[in-house]
T-cell receptor
């Protein structure tokens, strides 16, 4: 079974803190994604990566950065957390398009609260 | 802008009835389509995918795809209260290695 594991289920941080959200997948997938999910807004793509050290901006990259130093690990960084970044953060991975089924597998999510 | 549209609901059906969830997509280049189920406070989990026009059945679930109309649907037969969740429709990004495009989801409530 594919497993995508996020480092924390719940996190509370203070405004202005630098926050790291970690994600690890064990299926050797090329693609990894970070989404945030808010009521009424659905899943919004923050960043994705299709290879080590490669990253692409999604729909809402402002205020975030990412790091992919190893194929299995994709980190989301909030440089200076703000209250409007309070949300559910979801990491996902998928095989490269054209490699067969390209479904995305999700981690369990991190509920981040910025106070 | 590639889009996937879903009715937000809530869609309420009685236990044992057929629930019909619908989705339209804008990118004619999309090749594959996915239905995810998401329980409140949990992450999305894949329940079905479909690539070809027509119907695909898996247990109580049937996915339907009509590429000419750019329309995807999910039928849930013999609906159970445990089917109450938000259902997300997703379409592949078309050509190249691009992320799935997700709809905002339809909330389904199965009433016992």
């Amino acid at each position: 079974d594919v497993k995508v594991t996020q480092s924390s289920r719940y996190l509370v941080k203070r405004t202005g803190e630098k926050v790291f959200l970690e994600c690890v997948q064990d299926m050797d997938h090329e693609n990894m994604f970070w989404y945030r999910q808010d009521p009424g807004l659905g899943l919004r793509l923050i960043y994705f990566s299709y290879d080590v050290k490669m990253k692409e901006k999604g729909d809402i990259p402002e205020g975030y950065s990412v790091s992919r130093e190893k194929k299995e690990r994709f980190s989301l960084i909030l440089e200076s957390a703000s209250t409007n970044q309070t949300s559910m953060y979801l990491c996902a991975s998928s095989p490269l398009a054209g490699a067969g089924n390209t479904e995305a597998f999700f981690g369990q999510g991190t509920r981040l609260t910025v106070v | 802008q590639k889009e996937v549209e879903q009715n937000s609901g809530p869609l309420s059906v009685p236990e044992g009835a057929i629930a019909s969830l619908n989705c339209t997509y804008s990118d004619r280049g999309s090749q594959s389509f996915f239905w995810y189920r998401q329980y409140s406070g949990k992450s999305p989990e894949l329940i079905m995918f479909i690539y070809s026009n027509g119907d695909k059945e898996d247990g109580r679930f049937t996915a339907q795809l009509n590429k000419a109309s750019q329309y995807v649907s999910l039928l849930i037969r013999d609906s159970q209260p445990s089917d109450s969740a938000t259902y997300l429709c997703a379409a592949s990004g078309g050509l190249g290695n691009t992320p799935l495009v997700f709809g905002k989801g339809t909330r389904l409530s199965v009433i016992a």
